[in-house]
C-alpha cells in the first residue's frame, strides 16, 4: 500500500507546470521582500541619523531592494512568455511621473550620500506607469551600485522620442555592453555577477512601446554631463 | 539625516480629512506620523472594514488610505466598492489603494470601481508626500467638474470639461475620458465615438479603443464593436473589460456559446470578479451548460462573503443550478451535488433569515432535489413545511410560483402544476421575461437531460422534414413528444407534417392523429408565443378534415 502511493506521487511529478510553481514562489518572495523594505523605511524614520548613515544598514536596504526589482523583472518575463504582458499606454506629464519615482530613491539616496539631479521638460510622454518604473527601479538601482558620487535623471523630446535617462559619474559601461538595439538573454557570467536579466528586461518593456511603425528601444553608452555610464530608454 | 520641517509642496495639507484604514497598528501609526509631518490634523484611523465605512456615513473625508489586504473579513476593494455604492463617499474625494503587489493582479478586473491611484508598499515619507501632494492638486483642479458630477449635473460637468482641456493639459488624459464617459451617459453617443476616434487617430490606445468599443456597442454596431474588442483583447490579453464588453456584443449577436467562452477567459484570467461570474453564470445556464453554470454561482456566492453584491439571489440560483444538475443522477457525483444544493439552501435561510419568502422559495427547491434523488418523502415533506404559503395561485409571487411549479412536475402533480402556470401567465400578461419561463416550463416540464434530449430530436426532426423524409420526421417528433408530450412547438410541428403526407397520401388517419395532437394544446394560454399558430394550424385542418 505504501508503496503504491509514493509510486502515485512520483508520478505526478511530471505534471507539475515548474515555470508557474516558481512564479507563485517568486510572487511571494517579492511580498516578503516588499514587507521588509517597508519595516527597513520604519527602521529608518525611528533611528534617524543613528542608522542613516550607517553602510551596513544602506546595504541591507540597497540589497533588499536589488532582489525585489529583480524579482519583478522575473514576474514580469514570465508573464511576457505566457503572452500576458501589455503595455497599457496612457499619457502622463513626465515630470510628475518622474519625481513621484525618485521619491521612492529618496531615503537611500540620503543615506549613501549620493548627490542627485531630475532634470525633466515639462511634456507628456506616452508610456505604461508600471512597466517603466520597474524599468526605471532597476536602472536606478544599477546607477548606485557603480557611481561614486552624483546620479542624473533627465527626461526630453528627441527626434519624436521620449528619451529617459540615468547617467552616473561612475566608471562608465564596458565596451562590449554599450550598444543600441536588444540585448540577447545571454546566459549569466557568473565571475562579473552581471546578468542581462534588467536589461532584457528594460528593452522587453522598450519595445511593447510601439506607435504606428515606431518601437521603443534601450541603448547604453558613456560620457554625458557626468562622464560616467548612461542608460536610455527612447519611447515613441 | 533630518526631516524637513517645511513642506515644499502647494499642498495645504492641514485643510483636509484623512482616514487610514490598516489591519497592522505599526502602519496605521507610521502613515499617521507621515501625515502629521506634512501638516496634517484631522486624521483618523481604523483596523477594520466596518467602523471605517461607518466613520464615512457620519463624517466627511478627503483622503481615504486604504490598505487592500486586511486579513480576515472584507478587503479594500470591498471598502470602496460599498463607500462608492452607498455613495458614502464622494467622487471629489480620493481613495487610495495601498498594495503589497507590484502588479495590480489582486484588484485587477474589479469591474465597477476603481481607486484614485494605487500606492505600492514599501511606502516612504517622500513617496507618499509627492503622491498626495499630486493627487490633491489634480483634485483642486478639477474639483468644479467632480462637484458637478457628484450633483448629476452632467451637461454642466461637460462644459466645465472642454473649457478646461485647453487650459490643463497635464490633466488631458484625465479630461478627454471623463469626457466621452459624460457623453455616454447624457446618450450623446456620436460626441463620445468623435473623441475616441480623435484620440486613435493620433495613437493606439487601450483606453480609447475600449470606448469606442463599447460606444459601437451602445449604438447597436455590433459586428464593428465585436471585431474592435476582440483585436483590443488580443493586443491586450490582461484587458479585462475589454472581455466583458466583447461578451456582450457576441450576446447581442446571438452567439452566446461564443460569448460564455470570452468570459470563461477573463474569469480564468481574473477569478475575483463577482459580477463578472454572475454574468458567466446566468449566460452558462442560458446555454444549458450546467456544470460551468454551477460553478460560476458558486464563485459567486463565494466573492459575495465581503461584497456588496451578496444577496440570496446568488445563493437561490447556485441552489437551482445544482438541483437541475443532480436531477435523476445518483452516482456519487449527483449525491454530491444534491447535498451541497442542499447546504446551499440552508445556509441562505440562515443567512437573510428576515428576507421575505426565504423559507418558502429555499423548500420548493429543496423539495425537487430530494425528488430529484428519488427521496419522494423527504420531497413531501420539504413542500409541507412551506404549505400556507404556496395555497393560493392568486397571490404568490410569480417567480416563486413558476419555481413551484417546476417542483410540481417533479413531483408527478401536472395538473395543479398547469393550473397555477395557467393563472400566473393571465397575471404576468404583460411581463415577456416572466411568461418565457412559464412557456418553457409548461412545454419542457422535464429534467435538464431529458429536456436536452427532446430538443435534439426536434432539431432532428425539423432536418428530415426539410429534406423531405416526412416518415423519418414524424418518426423522431414522435419520439420527442414522449418525453415532452405538451411542448407546443414540437406538437405543431408534428401535425404540419402529418397535414403534409396526407396531401400524398390521403390517409385520414394522419388528420386523426393530428386532431389529437391539437386537442392536447386545448388549455395553451392565450399569450403563448405559439397560440397563433396553433389558431391557424387548426382552421387548416377543419378545412381538410371536411
Redesign the interface.
Given at each position: 500500500m505504501t508503496s503504491d502511493n509514493t509510486d502515485s506521487a512520483r508520478k505526478q511529478v511530471p505534471n507539475i507546470d515548474f515555470s508557474m510553481v516558481l512564479a507563485s514562489a517568486v510572487h511571494d518572495m517579492k511580498n516578503s521582500l516588499g514587507m521588509l523594505l517597508n519595516s527597513l523605511d520604519d527602521l529608518r524614520r525611528e533611528q534617524g541619523e543613528k542608522i542613516g548613515e550607517s553602510s551596513r544598514f544602506n546595504t541591507l536596504q540597497y540589497e533588499a531592494e536589488r532582489m525585489h526589482n529583480d524579482l519583478v523583472q522575473l514576474l514580469g518575463i514570465y508573464r511576457l512568455g505566457e503572452n500576458n504582458l501589455s503595455a497599457h499606454i496612457e499619457e502622463h506629464f513626465v515630470p510628475d511621473f518622474l519625481s513621484e519615482h525618485m521619491a521612492r530613491h529618496t531615503p537611500l539616496l540620503e543615506g549613501l550620500g549620493i548627490e542627485f539631479e531630475l532634470e525633466a521638460h515639462d511634456i507628456n510622454g506616452f508610456f505604461d506607469q508600471d512597466l517603466l518604473t520597474g524599468v526605471l527601479n532597476n536602472t536606478l538601482n544599477n546607477a548606485l551600485r557603480y557611481t561614486r558620487k552624483k546620479i542624473k535623471l533627465s527626461a526630453r523630446e528627441r527626434e519624436g522620442y521620449l528619451v529617459i535617462a540615468v547617467e552616473d559619474d561612475g566608471e562608465g559601461y564596458p565596451d562590449n555592453m554599450q550598444h543600441t538595439g536588444t540585448p540577447e538573454f545571454k546566459a549569466l557570467d557568473f565571475k562579473s555577477g552581471s546578468t542581462s536579466l534588467g536589461l532584457f528586461f528594460a528593452s522587453s518593456v522598450a519595445s511593447l512601446h510601439t506607435a504606428n511603425e515606431r518601437k521603443g528601444s534601450i541603448r547604453l553608452h558613456n560620457g554625458g554631463s557626468l562622464g560616467g555610464g548612461i542608460f536610455e530608454i527612447w519611447l515613441p | 539625516?533630518?526631516e524637513p520641517a517645511a513642506v515644499p509642496t502647494g499642498t495645504d495639507f492641514a485643510k483636509l480629512s484623512y482616514l487610514i484604514i490598516d489591519d497592522f497598528e505599526?502602519?496605521r501609526l507610521?502613515m499617521r506620523?507621515m501625515l502629521r509631518s506634512f501638516g496634517a490634523e484631522k486624521i483618523e484611523s481604523s483596523a477594520k472594514a466596518s467602523p471605517a465605512i461607518q466613520f464615512c456615513a457620519y463624517n466627511h473625508v478627503d483622503v481615504v488610505l486604504c490598505d487592500f489586504n486586511l486579513g480576515e473579513g472584507k478587503n479594500g476593494q470591498h471598502i470602496l466598492e460599498e463607500l462608492r455604492h452607498k455613495k458614502l463617499l464622494k467622487r471629489s474625494s480620493i481613495f487610495l489603494m495601498i498594495t503589497?503587489?507590484?502588479?495590480?493582479d489582486m484588484v485587477m478586473g474589479a469591474r465597477e470601481y476603481q481607486p484614485d491611484a494605487y500606492l505600492?508598499?514599501?511606502?516612504?515619507?517622500?513617496?507618499l508626500?509627492?503622491?498626495l501632494d499630486?493627487l490633491v492638486s489634480q483634485r483642486t483642479a478639477l474639483l468644479p467638474i467632480n462637484r458637478e458630477i457628484d450633483l448629476e449635473n452632467f451637461p454642466e460637468a461637460i462644459s466645465l470639461c472642454l473649457k478646461y482641456l485647453p487650459s490643463q493639459?497635464?490633466y488631458?488624459?484625465w479630461l478627454m475620458k471623463t469626457l466621452a464617459d459624460l457623453y455616454c451617459q447624457v446618450g450623446d453617443f456620436s460626441h463620445a465615438l468623435k473623441i475616441y476616434e480623435d484620440v486613435l487617430n493620433q495613437?493606439?490606445?487601450?483606453?480609447a479603443s475600449l470606448g469606442r468599443g463599447r460606444v459601437l456597442l451602445a449604438t447597436g454596431h455590433y459586428d464593428e464593436a465585436e471585431n474592435a474588442l476582440s483585436v483590443l483583447t488580443q493586443?491586450?490579453?490582461?484587458?479585462m473589460e475589454a472581455y466583458d464588453l466583447l461578451a456582450q456584443a457576441l450576446e447581442k449577436k446571438g452567439k452566446s456559446g461564443q460569448a460564455q467562452k470570452v468570459l470563461e477567459k477573463a474569469s480564468e484570467?481574473s477569478p475575483n470578479a463577482l459580477l463578472r461570474q454572475k454574468q458567466l453564470a446566468g449566460l452558462s445556464g442560458a446555454n444549458q451548460d450546467l456544470v460551468t453554470a454551477s460553478n460560476a454561482w458558486r464563485k459567486t456566492v463565494t466573492l459575495g462573503t465581503h461584497s456588496i453584491h451578496d444577496s440570496s439571489e446568488n445563493y437561490l440560483a447556485l441552489g437551482q443550478s445544482l438541483s437541475d444538475l443532480s436531477e435523476g443522477d445518483t452516482s456519487s457525483d449527483g449525491y454530491a451535488n444534491a447535498d451541497e444544493a442542499l447546504t446551499t439552501l440552508r445556509r441562505m435561510e440562515r443567512r437573510f433569515p428576515d428576507e421575505e419568502n426565504i423559507k418558502v422559495r429555499s423548500r420548493v427547491v429543496q423539495s425537487r432535489v430530494h425528488a430529484g434523488q428519488g427521496n419522494r418523502q423527504e420531497a413531501n415533506k420539504a413542500l409541507e413545511s412551506v404549505s400556507d404559503q404556496l395555497s393560493d395561485n392568486e397571490t404568490v409571487d410569480p417567480e416563486l410560483g413558476i419555481d413551484y411549479a417546476k417542483t410540481l412536475f417533479r413531483l408527478d402533480r401536472h395538473k395543479e402544476a398547469k393550473t397555477l402556470l395557467g393563472v400566473l401567465s393571465n397575471r404576468c400578461a404583460d411581463d415577456p421575461l416572466l411568461l418565457q419561463k412559464i412557456e418553457n416550463l409548461l412545454d419542457e416540464p422535464v429534467g435538464f437531460q431529458q429536456k436536452l434530449q427532446a430538443r435534439t430530436l426536434n432539431r432532428d426532426g425539423i432536418k428530415a422534414f426539410e429534406a423531405n423524409d416526412l416518415d423519418q420526421a414524424i418518426k423522431t417528433f414522435d419520439d420527442a413528444l414522449a418525453i415532452v408530450p405538451d411542448h407546443a412547438a414540437l406538437n405543431l410541428n408534428l401535425c404540419q407534417v402529418l397535414m403534409k403526407k396526407h396531401k400524398s397520401t390521403n390517409d385520414n388517419t394522419l388528420l386523426q392523429k393530428a386532431q389529437k395532437h391539437l386537442e392536447r394544446l386545448e388549455s395553451l394560454p392565450a399569450q403563448h408565443r405559439q397560440h397563433r399558430r396553433l389558431v391557424s394550424l387548426r382552421k387548416k385542418l377543419q378545412g381538410m378534415m371536411t
Open positions: - | 539625516m533630518t505599526s502602519f507610521s506620523e503589497a503587489e507590484t502588479s495590480k505600492t508598499k514599501p511606502i516612504n515619507r517622500a513617496m508626500l509627492k503622491r499630486s493639459p497635464r488631458k488624459t495613437r493606439d490606445l487601450s483606453w493586443k491586450h490579453p490582461d484587458y484570467l
